[in-house]
């Protein structure tokens, strides 16, 4: 008998096939029994119905619990009602493991108890919905890329050195070397892969050892970081715009029924996909204070600084040219105003806050050399990042995406740890 695909259901209507999943959820009624079967690529309605099956397959189709592992053959037909929904009449049912009473059900359970229970959560269908829109984003992203003239150049997560400042790394005893930490991105060895490939991109998990127990804060999170030779900062901003436009359009157009299960509002991601904003740093300043807000000139944007940034704005604003203070020593001095660096963030409309960090990135040896100095950096173990000023330096910049931060814009989800399988954050390491 050919195992077919839920998804592909349509293809076989009157056809005699054979599904293997697990039981959703099952209900008697009489001579009938209502099996919801998911496979993983979806889910429909079985139905056993006592004359046709017998009474002993039909005894075994009633002692189903939830979760139960089967295998179902049987003919799918078109649902009575509802167009475009199919069900299937059950001729066989065969159990594989009849599972113990699950410990998730319909009632609501709390966040610390599902997380507890994450290795069977995302089997619920808004986990569901939520890893197959990371995997969309995930795919679009490289497309994008590829598309672009972008290789792939994978970083190490080992390294010697940070990349994003000394207070979020996780340290580690490297054998008789010191210690070693976890990469927090991989952008600066990406600078050197520009220098042999001209554009290139990595993606992988990434480490922040984020005392921060907010929504959009995860330890162990995945970051695509792209680099480009011969970019300066406003193609920079293209290229970012390009591509989370790109992201969005693939989630709508392949993702509609994960977003139908989210009841994500589609057409405020359909609006997103126009021109971004754009703002200074200053001018951000100078609209957050004009509503309120205390910020000032030298600080750093707050998640509800964002959020007000963003406020009636249907897409994402960059926010550019930043006070040099507070962006990595790595960005570029705008020419026109050295107090400033030609850094970008992109903050997401709907309050989903910065979901890319950007910039063009300092070329001149002696300028980054003095800024490295300014910020006691271990100077020995930047030497191979310097010596790419010295070898046929080049203007180039670069930005990085945090995936579950797009993630979870994308899938309109409040808190970002359902959007990676088994989220790190502060007070969780389990499962
Ligand atoms: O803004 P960040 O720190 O930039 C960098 O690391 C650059 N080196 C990237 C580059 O230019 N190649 O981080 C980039 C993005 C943020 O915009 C945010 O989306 C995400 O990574 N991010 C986090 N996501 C989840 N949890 C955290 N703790 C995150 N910290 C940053
Ligand atoms: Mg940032």
Not at 43 to 56: C, R, S, V, W
Not at 115 to 127: A, D, E, T
Not at 267 to 290: C, G, I, N, W
Request: glycine share 6%.
């Amino acid at each position: 008998m050919q195992h077919i695909l839920i998804k592909d259901i349509a293809t076989y209507l009157g056809q005699e096939i054979c599904l293997k999943g697990w039981v959703r959820n099952i209900r008697q009624s009489g001579k009938l029994v209502f099996i919801i079967l998911r496979d993983g690529s979806g889910e429909m309605q079985t139905i056993a119905f006592k004359p046709d099956l017998g009474e002993e397959a039909f005894e075994t189709a009633k002692r189903l619990s939830l979760e139960s592992s089967v295998i179902i053959t049987g003919v799918p037909k078109q649902h009575p009602k509802q167009e475009g929904v199919y069900e299937l009449d059950i001729k066989s049912v065969q159990p594989v493991q009849i599972a113990e009473e699950y410990p998730i059900s319909k009632k609501e359970h709390g966040p610390d108890f599902l997380l507890s229970n994450r290795h069977l959560w995302i089997r619920s269908p808004k986990q569901w919905a939520v890893l197959r829109i990371r995997h969309t984003v995930y795919y679009a992203i490289c497309e994008y890329l590829n598309d672009n003239d972008f290789f792939r150049f994978d970083s190490p997560i080992l390294t010697p050195n940070a990349c994003e400042g000394t207070t979020t790394l996780f340290e580690l005893d490297y054998f008789d070397e010191g210690k070693a930490y976890l990469s927090q991105s991989g952008q600066l060895y990406l600078e050197t892969g520009i220098m042999s490939l001209g554009r290139v991109y990595d993606f992988g998990p990434v480490f922040r050892a984020e005392r921060s127990k907010t929504r959009k804060h995860l330890t162990e999170f995945w970051m695509m970081d792209a680099e480009a030779a011969y970019v300066e900062h406003e193609e920079n901003m293209q290229i970012q715009e390009g591509l989370i436009r790109h992201v969005i359009r693939t989630v709508l157009t392949k993702c509609d029924r994960e977003l139908t299960i989210l009841e994500r509002d589609k057409e405020a991601l359909q609006a997103a996909d126009a021109p971004f904003k754009r703002m200074t740093h200053y001018e951000a300043v100078e609209y957050l204070k004009s509503k309120g807000s205390e910020i000032d000139h030298g600080s750093d944007l707050g998640a509800q600084d964002e959020v007000m940034l963003t406020e009636g704005s249907p897409v994402p604003i960059f926010i550019e040219r930043w006070p040099k203070e507070i962006k990595a020593f790595y960005m570029k001095r705008d020419p026109e105003n050295p107090d400033v660096v030609l850094g970008d963030d992109l903050i997401a409309p709907e309050g989903f806050g910065e979901i890319i960090g950007g910039s063009q990135r300092e070329d001149d040896h002696d300028l980054l050399l003095a800024r490295m100095q300014a910020e006691k950096m271990p100077i020995e173990d930047y030497q191979w990042f310097l010596d790419l000023r010295k070898y046929g330096s080049v203007p180039h910049s670069g930005f990085g995406i945090g995936l579950e931060r797009l993630v979870t814009w994308m899938s309109g989800i409040h808190h970002i740890r359902e959007t990676i399988p088994f989220p790190r954050m502060i007070y969780r390491i389990y499962p």
